[in-house]
């Protein structure tokens, strides 16, 4: 019998879990800021909606299972799909744009590395039924606060801005067929997880000339937006769209984190114009969030089609980023209030006043199996409280407890009836109150 989790799933300990909440409240506060509501869907879905066949390598890593009935089922690898599923099943129901956030646990049997895990969560955020690039601005901007929310500059992370749109119209220019271009996106999105001969022999399994596969690999030599847009039509609707983009990014005050990057193109086949992903600026994490339009997911799945865009944000590689920086959430929960006792005979009392201070709406905690003042000190130190009630036969013999403060560790006698007053009094105030 192992005690570890399945291999790439994670338990979450007390100390994870500060970090896990701390992150969670800062992608809802957000959400919520930005006018996002929040929605929740199963963690097994129907296979049938999952599976595509765009050679994405998201379907071969899906956790498929058949229930006791035969249906065939899977752990939800992304939640873009269950999304699309419930905004159609209450499609003329829901009033559009519909701004939807959720935080969906995501299952991918992945090759484990850095910052790839069998089991993650995904802030998602996406945007229904609006086709202006202000919406796709919109997404991007929270995704922006969020990032300076958890402490990261622009210096720190950058949102780079690709566009399928752009990089099809220069396919096209460069002779490549509408139904091979699809193919060639998910072999580009390859690029810096193999190398660019790798890249070259996807390419030309994917039925595309050696040359022209040369010629495809040059892409990538497109370092600006003037530069790319040399390489189209003039009057290229994929250009125009990123001009305004850029031009509302400063408007909205996120400029400095927005960079344009021909190479970004997302390995999902359902986006159809622009795309991101955030990074580290030294590079060093696989991508932050990933996200983009997707117009044709619900036609894709035999609906009338509906504009969207979104994105997700997952909470393995934000650790990594945050950590390197030696950023980590503010203190733990802690509690007010550690009540005690000297004698294992004075715990009734005891619970009387931990009933009363909780009953006031105090966070307590009993410090069990810690009796003796090393011991409880000990623990409410461990235990983060910033004051501690104590009792203890000499005092009680007068109807008192003692009210420690943690910080300051200065004591006073206090009776019984008074307890919760005296920790309202001193958590209100006065030194260690913080
Ligand atoms: P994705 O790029 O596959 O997009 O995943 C989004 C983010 O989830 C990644 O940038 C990463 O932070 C995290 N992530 C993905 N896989 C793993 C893994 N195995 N271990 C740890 N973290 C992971 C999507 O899933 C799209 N459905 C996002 C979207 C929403 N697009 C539009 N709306």
Same mark, same amino acid.
């Given at each position: 019998m192992s005690f570890q989790a399945p291999r790439g799933m994670r338990d979450f300990y007390p100390e994870d879990m500060i970090w896990r909440t701390w992150l969670f409240d800062t992608w809802t506060a957000t959400a919520r800021r930005h006018g996002f509501e929040q929605y929740?869907?199963?963690?097994?879905?129907?296979?049938?909606?999952? $599976? %595509?066949?765009?050679?994405?390598?998201?379907?071969?890593?899906?956790?498929?299972?058949?229930d006791k009935s035969g249906r065939q089922l899977a752990l939800r690898p992304e939640v873009t799909p269950s999304l699309v599923r419930l905004v159609a099943a209450r499609r003329t129901q829901i009033v559009l744009p519909a701004k939807w956030f959720t935080i969906a646990q995501c299952f991918r049997y992945e090759r484990m590395s850095k910052g790839r895990k069998?089991?993650?969560?995904q802030w998602n955020?996406?945007?229904?039924?609006?086709?202006?690039?202000? $919406?796709?601005?919109?997404?991007?901007?929270? @995704?922006v606060d969020a990032l300076r929310a958890l402490g990261l500059s622009a210096e720190d992370v950058s949102l780079r801005i690709g566009s399928r749109k752009l990089v099809a119209a220069m396919l096209t220019a460069l002779g490549v067929?509408?139904?091979?271009?699809?193919?060639v996106?998910?072999?580009?999105?390859? %690029?810096?997880?193999?190398?660019?001969?790798?890249?070259?022999?996807?390419l030309r399994d994917a039925g595309i000339a050696a040359d022209l596969a040369a010629r495809i690999m040059g892409i990538f030599e497109v370092s600006s937006l003037d530069d790319a847009a040399r390489q189209v039509p003039a009057d290229s609707p994929a250009v125009a769209e990123l001009r305004q983009l850029f031009t509302l990014?400063?408007?909205?005050?996120?400029?400095?984190?927005? @960079?344009?990057?021909?190479?970004?193109?997302?390995?999902l086949a359902y986006y159809t114009g622009i795309v991101f992903e955030a990074f580290d600026a030294r590079r060093q994490f696989r991508a932050?969030?990933?996200?983009g339009r997707y117009d044709r997911l619900f036609e894709s799945l035999g609906e009338p089609p509906l504009p969207a865009v979104g994105f997700g944000f997952g909470d393995v590689v934000i650790r990594e980023v945050l950590e390197a920086k030696g950023l980590s959430p503010q203190g733990g929960p802690g509690v007010d209030v550690c009540v005690g006792v000297f004698e294992a005979a004075n715990w009734p009392e005891a619970m009387e006043v931990a009933s009363d201070l909780r009953r006031e709406g105090f966070c307590v905690d009993l410090a069990l199996g810690a009796e003796g003042p090393k011991s409880l000190f000990k623990y409410a130190d461990r235990r983060a409280a910033r004051r501690v009630v104590f009792l203890a036969p000499e005092e009680l013999k007068s109807g008192s407890a003692v009210l420690r403060d943690m910080s300051t560790r200065s004591q006073e006698t206090v009776a019984l009836g008074d307890v919760v007053t005296a920790v309202r009094?001193?958590?209100?105030?006065?030194?260690g109150s913080a």
């Open positions: 929740d869907a199963p963690v097994v879905e129907h296979l049938d909606l999952l $599976t %595509r066949k765009a050679g994405e390598e998201i379907v071969d890593q899906i956790y498929a299972f058949e069998r089991e993650h969560f955020l996406d945007i229904i039924g609006a086709a202006d690039i202000t $919406t796709d601005l919109e997404v991007m901007a929270t @995704a067929p509408d139904d091979q271009q699809l193919g996106l998910m072999v580009l999105d390859k %690029r810096g997880k193999v190398s660019d001969e790798v890249l070259a022999e996807m990014a400063e408007k909205a005050g996120v400029a400095s984190f927005l @960079a344009f990057d021909i190479a970004v193109v997302r390995g932050i969030l990933g996200g009094r001193s958590l209100a105030g006065g030194i």
